[in-house]
C-alpha cells in the first residue's frame, strides 16, 4: 500500500502565500512523476504543475511565474509554493503520484486533497 498525505492548505488574503506538502510513504520501489491538480466547484481538475524523477517542472498556465514545484527525494515529499494567490486559486488542492510499488508493478496515487481559500 502507498498513502499520500497532504498538509498546508488554509485560508489566505490575495496576494498572500502558501506551501502545501504532500508525503508519500508506504511500499515504494520508486517514485515516479508527481503533481499538483486542483478542483474548484463545478470545475473540471486541472494541472497546477508537475515534476519528473529527473527534475523536470511543467506548470498550467494560470500559475507560471506565481507558484513553485519541487521535491525532496529522501523524504519522499513533494512541494507546493504558491505566491500572489487570487481568489481564482481557491480550489481542493490534490497530490498525484506515480510509483512502482513492486518489481513490475506501477500505478497513479492521488490524496485526499487540500482546501486552498483565497479571500479577504
Known amino acids: 500500500q502507498v498513502q499520500l498525505v497532504e498538509s498546508g492548505g488554509g485560508v489566505v488574503q490575495p496576494g498572500g502565500s502558501l506551501r502545501l506538502s504532500c508525503a508519500v510513504s508506504?511500499?515504494?520501489?520508486?517514485?515516479?512523476?508527481m503533481g499538483w491538480y486542483r478542483q474548484a466547484p463545478g470545475a473540471q481538475r486541472e494541472l497546477v504543475a508537475d515534476i519528473t524523477s529527473g527534475g523536470s517542472t511543467n506548470y498550467g498556465d494560470s500559475v507560471k511565474g506565481r507558484f513553485t514545484v519541487s521535491k525532496d527525494n529522501d523524504k519522499n515529499t513533494l512541494y507546493l509554493q504558491m505566491n500572489s494567490l487570487k481568489p481564482d486559486d481557491t480550489a481542493v488542492y490534490y497530490c498525484l503520484t506515480n510509483v512502482q510499488y513492486s518489481l513490475t508493478r506501477f500505478r497513479d496515487f492521488w490524496g485526499q486533497g487540500t482546501q486552498v481559500t483565497v479571500s479577504s
Open positions: 508506504g511500499s515504494i520501489v520508486r517514485i515516479n512523476s
